[in-house]
């Protein structure tokens, strides 16, 4: 089986770490097993009626709340949780330095927290109360990490889209080998879909320095 041997790499949060540890990268569907998506529902709702025209993320949460769930839901079918995976290495950091929990939708509800936290009304320790581990993560310090993932076989990848990767992995094999002084920049062009979870002993984890 042929192997892939372009380094592929995976931007998040060292919050996930104690996950990835224990089951691997894709190994969980956070969002499904932390309730993202019902609290970022209620911050949403919530920031919209206490804070109005000042919650200038509402509109764009409201966006990634709809496309979180679509995800969310059509995980429920999978066996693992669908991780995109990029082999470049600055796409991954950029994305793990914007999104400071890892996730663009847990980010984005952190985001909406901080905003409602200032109130600290009842409505909102309402919500903290029913999302007690949520709200420990909202506190959680954290830095960025990229995931780089050490081998995998290339017959098993599919494309961000669902395509096969049988024409993007000929195109990445033709520029690694034709193209090395401007490699990172055309790298930043694939993603993929990681094809199964990965055990800790098949990755390496890279810190970031903000």
């Given amino acids: 089986m042929k192997e892939f041997n372009i380094p592929m790499y995976h931007g998040t949060s060292s919050v996930f770490l104690p996950s990835i540890k224990s089951h691997g990268l894709g190994g969980v569907n956070l969002l499904n097993k932390l ?15 206490e804070l109005n025209e000042k919650c200038t993320d509402w509109t764009k949460a ?21 991780v995109f995976i990029t082999p470049s290495f600055e796409r991954a950091k950029k994305y793990a330095l914007q999104n400071s929990l890892g996730s ?11 905003k409602l936290r200032i109130n600290n009304s009842y409505e909102f320790q309402q919500i903290n109360s029913r999302f007690r581990e949520l709200e420990n993560l909202m506190n959680t310090s954290s830095s960025g990490i990229v995931i780089e993932i050490m081998s995998l076989s290339a017959s098993s990848f599919s494309t961000k889209k ?4 049988h024409r993007e992995f000929e195109e990445l094999e033709e520029l690694v080998n034709q ?5 990172e920049h055309s790298l930043m062009d694939y993603e993929f879909i990681l094809p199964h979870p990965m055990a800790l002993d098949q990755l390496l984890i890279h810190f970031l320095d903000l």
């Fill in 104 to 114: 663009e939708t847990i980010s984005m509800a952190k985001s909406l927290y901080d």
């Fill in 35 to 49: 309730n993202v998506i019902p609290f970022l529902k209620e911050l949403t709702t919530l920031c919209k009626k």
């Fill in 179 to 183: 193209a090395p002084d401007y490699l």
């Fill in 62 to 82: 409201q966006s990634i709340f709809s496309l979180a769930q679509g995800f969310s839901e059509e995980m429920e079918s999978h066996k693992h949780v669908n």
């Fill in 162 to 165: 669902g395509s096969s990767y």
